[in-house]
């Protein structure tokens, strides 16, 4: 399978050409890592949108929780910004494609982890816009984690054992988001006791669930096979 990225994002080291041996003898984990960081940071760009659509029309859009929105907001908008320095017109376009078919086999499951979080969130008595609000930052929080935790994988299992200089996916890292997103969570619900998503059983059900479908239904080889097919 060609990846018509991978040259492109993996570009800085060891030499551009060198990469498509590297995945296959990875077992096309190159291939695997870029893709599930951009599709995550992807997410974390379109979840970002619908919280900034709804808490703009909240009275909670005031005080720490604007300041800690806004921030994120132009974190994010920063990362959307170097996806359009960095990609050529046909190379936009075809990052767009292969992410619009993960979206459609992968957003049901991110949907139901947001529903399990404000589920937790209202056993914990936290209702209302805040719940809402507080669902999709610690969503946006996830997706951003489970980047990082790709990239930091993608180290540990690629780079190292093929003597690779330093992480070509580091520049997508979204610690910054991570950090944000977490901050405003808990702004959006200054008055509750401390809150550990990490017991909720349906939280990590749904985690797990969304991590079975990322790594292991075959969503990204549908998703490249079929824009590779529209190419030939």
């Known amino acids: 399978m060609k990846n018509y990225l991978l040259q492109h994002y993996l570009a800085s080291a060891p030499k551009a050409e060198s990469w498509e ?23 974390v760009y379109a979840y970002e949108a619908l ?6 029309e909240s ?5 720490s ?12 908008r920063e990362y959307n910004r170097l996806m359009m320095r960095t990609l050529s017109p046909v ?11 993960l979206e459609a086999e992968l957003k049901p499951s991110l949907d ?29 929080n996830m997706l951003a984690q489970t980047s990082n935790l790709t990239i930091s994988v993608f180290n540990d299992t690629v780079c190292r054992p093929f ?47 969304f991590n079975n479908k990322l790594l292991y239904s075959g969503a990204f080889d549908r998703a490249i096979e079929g824009e590779e097919g529209k190419i030939c």
């Open 21 to 43: 041996e590297i995945d296959e003898q990875s077992g096309m984990k190159v291939t695997a890592f870029t893709y599930i960081t951009l599709f995550l940071n992807d997410q």
């Open 163 to 209: 003597r690779v200089e330093g992480n070509p996916l580091q520049y997508l890292n979204m610690d910054r988001v991570q950090y944000l997103s977490g901050t405003l969570s808990d702004a959006l619900t200054p008055n509750s006791k401390a809150v550990n998503l990490n017991n909720g059983q349906g939280i990590a059900a749904a985690f797990t669930a």
């Open 112 to 140: 139901t982890y947001m529903y399990q979080v404000a589920q937790y969130l209202l056993d914990s008595g936290i209702s209302g816009e805040a719940n809402r609000l507080a669902s999709i930052a610690s969503t946006i």
């Open 51 to 56: 919280l900034g659509q709804e808490i703009k």
């Open 65 to 76: 929780a604007k300041h800690h929105y806004n921030r994120l907001h132009r974190a994010v």
């Open 59 to 63: 009275p909670l859009y005031k005080g």
């Open 91 to 101: 190379q936009g376009d075809f990052l767009a494609g292969i992410l619009s078919r």
